[in-house]
């Protein structure tokens, strides 16, 4: 399939530095402009058969407008400029309708100046590879899982790729652009009888294609985490210890972002509000957020609303020293943005529990009596008091080791004490997405069974 090229980078630049000037000009306080342009691959495969394949290019403008410290906002994928210009002039019709917010408006123009090259945003080679070995990736990835015998159906296996340019331009004078891509490979499968169904997944996610695991890593990983819970038991409700795999870490971490990012703390929202300063964990516990870690998937030289990404400390030895913000969360709360916009609120860049020394392996085998937290399903989080409760599966451990599978389990705790009650921390930090943890283990939790 062929696809257009997309515009040079200096007519987007040219572009949205125009509107800027033009929307001045018409009225307006304040004016930012956000193009993008980028390629979308996507492919869905099931039993070897193609379910669903996406091949496109899209461009698309977005505005703010600020007047009078009232908002608008348009957006087009028609970039012609009689269009765009229109589409300005009715934004700062229509701000003149929107109720006054005094903590409106522009991020002030920051001094820090980023090294795009050396973030390592985007590999020309996702993109230029050819369809058929994209959708052959994800073909060869269920095939090399369904080899297996114990493996009884598969949900499908994925393969999608994206790159984009993104320029912003504002009238504080900010103006920037970057290229940054994205490849990831997927696989779903199930395992056992009717009565004793179990199921599970895996995926490798990179911003380089060679950085990508093979279709038969993929694979085997898949399989493996499937088939350890075939023939699963049911357990005593009781207080255990309960360690937490990198995936699960990643989960409670997601948790602890919403409950720490800005927007939730001005809206009251957070069992953290009034919290800065103070201790909410052990000294085991420090988080980052941090956008300048080369190639990561979360890594930006700047957000949404141009402030520069950097490292923050969020948590240090188990004292909260940061709320993640925006330039408005900034402002309604009297702190400084931290570099977290995303164009409808907050969100992390590189979010992450600091590592440990010790090997996942030897946690396990110090632990004399307790679970191995492998997935969790439903919801049951409650930010504005911290409570968990979710139903999940995972795997016994007796004297230091596996000694089978269990399921229709509850556990159930609070952030606060979870963060409090680390006992161990692994040495198994990767980044598999933008949220990641290594291996944890939590001194108790309740796990609800019979």
């Known amino acids: 399939m062929k696809i257009r090229e997309s515009k040079k980078s200096s007519e987007l630049s040219d572009l949205a530095e125009g509107l800027v000037t033009f929307g001045r000009a018409r009225g307006a306080d304040e004016i930012e402009i956000h193009v993008a342009d980028g390629y979308e691959f996507s492919v869905d495969v099931r039993k070897g058969e193609i379910e669903n394949l996406v091949e496109a290019r899209s461009r698309v403008l977005g505005l703010r407008v600020i007047r009078d410290k009232r908002t608008a906002f348009a957006s087009s994928s028609d970039l012609s400029l009689p269009t765009l210009r229109r589409l300005v002039k009715r934004a700062i019709r229509r701000a003149e309708l929107a109720n006054p917010d005094e903590f409106a408006g522009l991020a002030p123009l920051s001094p820090l100046k980023i090294d795009v090259a050396s973030l390592n945003l985007f590999d020309p080679e996702v993109a230029t590879r050819d369809s058929k070995t994209k959708i052959g990736l994800a073909l ?37 652009e970057y290229d940054q891509s994205y490849c990831g490979l997927s696989v779903g499968l199930q395992a056992g009888d009717t009565d004793n169904l179990v199921e599970d997944y895996w995926f490798s996610s990179k911003r380089h294609f060679r950085e990508l695991d093979p279709p038969e890593k993929v694979a085997r990983t898949a399989v493996a985490r499937t088939v350890r819970q075939i023939k699963p038991r049911k357990i005593k409700t009781q207080k255990a210890p ?91 709360l009297k702190l400084r ?16 529990l600091q590592a440990g020394d010790i090997p996942a392996e030897k946690i396990i ?12 399903l439903g919801h049951g989080l409650n930010p504005v008091t911290g409570d ?11 004297k230091g080791e596996i000694a089978y599978p269990v399921t229709e ?6 952030l606060g004490e979870i963060l409090e009650n680390v006992e161990s921390v692994g040495d198994d930090l990767e980044f598999l997405g933008p949220v990641a943890g290594p291996t944890i283990k939590i001194k108790e939790m309740t796990i609800a069974g019979n």
């Open 409 to 414: 389990i509850t556990i159930s705790g609070n």
């Open 140 to 176: 060869e990835t269920e095939r090399i899982a369904l080899e297996d015998k114990r493996i009884t159906n598969s949900h499908g296996a994925s393969f999608g790729a994206n790159e984009a340019k993104s320029v912003l331009a504002n009238s504080n004078g900010f103006l920037g």
């Open 242 to 332: 309960i360690i937490f795999e990198p995936t699960m870490t990643s989960w409670v971490l997601g948790f602890l972002f919403a409950c720490a990012s800005g927007t939730s703390i001005y809206q009251k929202a957070s069992f953290l509000v009034g919290k800065l300063g103070r201790r909410i964990g052990n000294q085991k516990v420090t988080v980052f957020d941090d956008g300048l870690l080369p190639g990561l998937l979360g890594t930006r030289p700047y957000d949404s609303d141009g402030v520069a990404c950097r490292k923050t400390p969020v948590v240090e030895k188990g004292i909260l020293r940061n709320y993640l913000c925006n330039t408005y969360a900034a402002r309604k």
């Open 337 to 352: 943005s931290t570099g977290n916009a995303d164009g409808s609120g907050v969100s992390p860049t590189n979010f992450y």
């Open 365 to 376: 085998s110090s632990t004399e009596k307790g679970l191995l937290l492998v997935r969790t």
């Open 388 to 398: 968990i409760s979710r139903g999940a599966f995972g795997l016994w451990i007796e």
